[in-house]
């Protein structure tokens, strides 16, 4: 039995009006069943392309997209595809306004006809109780749920299609703190209860920590640090990961180091620097940095590197 997941992206190209984005760039990650990566990084730094890319919504330029080892290209049959599905950030703007809750979720089921009408009610009742809600909620529309709950709904709409991952794009990024920690609370739940694997992603690191297992970092299209998340957040190798950690409170005060600063804006992916793309923002930056691209190699914390201070 495999129990691996394997999804490998090794470029991904994004066409924009003026020209073509390396948007992902020679990126290769997989996931255990079961367990949760975390992607995290700015906005822009490519995180949401490469979900499109695992979803099969952006063409893969070269390179494959793996799932279940097999290539996801080939995969034209619906069975395996029904099998990845995606979580938003914005719940509202995929909730048809018009619908009721019930029927929101049950038009997976009704597209693919499982069961009967009373087989598809009763998955739907179950899955409304799972997710905390009520069978009564399934009367009701979109507006009249708070943030938290339609959320909530989004992922009983998800869980009626039986999928093995689920890429989460800033699931609760739109949520209060408080609400934020009962979603994650229960995607940890549902993930123990059915043995669902989740890519999840976030620019929010504090939220990241708390739900994954792997975590990746990203940076204009490329990993800068990858390894299993205590490691990262203890002892974060890479000068980017280093300043994007110093920039939140983390949930133990005495590893809060100082806020070491990013100067500079992201550059733009149409132009990316040449060398570490990090190096014209890097606090650590020398020559080497500005020509030569440094791969991801082993550090000694755990995690993998591309930094020219981890591989001499
Ligand atoms: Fe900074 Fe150089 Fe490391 Fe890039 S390779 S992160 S510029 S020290
Ligand atoms: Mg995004």
Same mark, same amino acid.
């Given at each position: 039995?495999n ?8 470029s991904g =190209?994004?066409g924009?009006?003026? *020209? $073509?984005?390396r948007?992902v760039? %020679?990126?290769? +990650?997989h996931?255990n #069943?079961g ?6 990084g700015?906005s822009?730094?490519g995180k949401?392309? =490469?979900?499109?890319?695992?979803? *099969? $919504?952006?063409?893969?330029?070269? %390179?494959?997209? +793996?799932?279940?080892? #097999? ?7 619906k ?14 703007s ?7 809750i019930?029927s ?11 069961g009967t ?6 998955k739907?009742?179950?899955l ?9 909620h399934?009367?009701r529309y979109?507006?009249e749920f708070s943030?938290g709950?339609?959320q909530?709904?989004a992922?009983a ?11 989460c ?11 934020q920690a ?6 940890k ?7 669902l694997t989740?890519?999840?992603i976030?620019?929010?690191?504090s939220v990241?920590s708390?739900i ?13 640090e ?6 990262l ?9 280093q300043?994007?950690l110093?920039?939140v ?7 809060q180091s100082?806020r ?8 733009s ?6 060398g ?17 691209r ?6 000694e ?11 001499a």
């Open positions: 039995i129990v691996t997941k394997h999804f490998k992206v090794t =190209l994004l924009l009006q003026s *020209g $073509l984005v948007a760039d %020679g990126v290769s +990650l996931v #069943k367990e949760t990566l975390g992607l995290v700015e822009g730094c949401s392309t =490469l979900a499109k890319c695992i979803m *099969g $919504l952006t063409p893969v330029t070269s %390179g494959e997209v +793996l799932f279940a080892n #097999k290539a996801l290209a080939t995969w034209e049959e069975a395996l595809r029904s099998k990845i599905q995606m979580i938003f950030q914005d719940p509202y995929s909730l048809n306004p018009r619908q009721r019930g929101i979720i049950r038009e997976g089921l009704d597209i693919h006809t499982i009408k009373e087989d598809r009610q009763e739907v009742n179950g409304l109780q799972l997710v905390g809600l009520m069978p009564e399934g009367q979109p507006h943030g709950q339609r909530r709904v992922v709409r998800t869980l009626a299609l039986d999928p093995q991952l689920i890429v794009d800033e699931p609760v990024s739109a949520l209060d703190v408080s609400v009962q979603v994650l609370g229960l995607l739940d549902l993930q123990t209860q059915f043995g989740y890519v999840f976030s620019h929010d690191l990241v708390h994954s297992d792997q975590v990746a970092v990203m940076y204009l299209g490329r990993i800068m990858i390894g299993p998340s205590k490691a957040f203890d002892s974060p190798k890479h000068p980017y990961t300043a994007l110093s920039a409170l983390l949930p133990d005060p005495t590893k100082h070491i600063p990013l100067s500079g804006d992201l550059p992916p149409m132009d990316p620097p040449t570490c793309p990090f190096h014209p923002r890097c606090p650590h930056a020398f020559d080497k940095c500005k020509n030569g440094p791969e991801l190699v082993a550090g914390s755990g995690t993998n590197v591309a930094c020219w201070l981890h591989n």
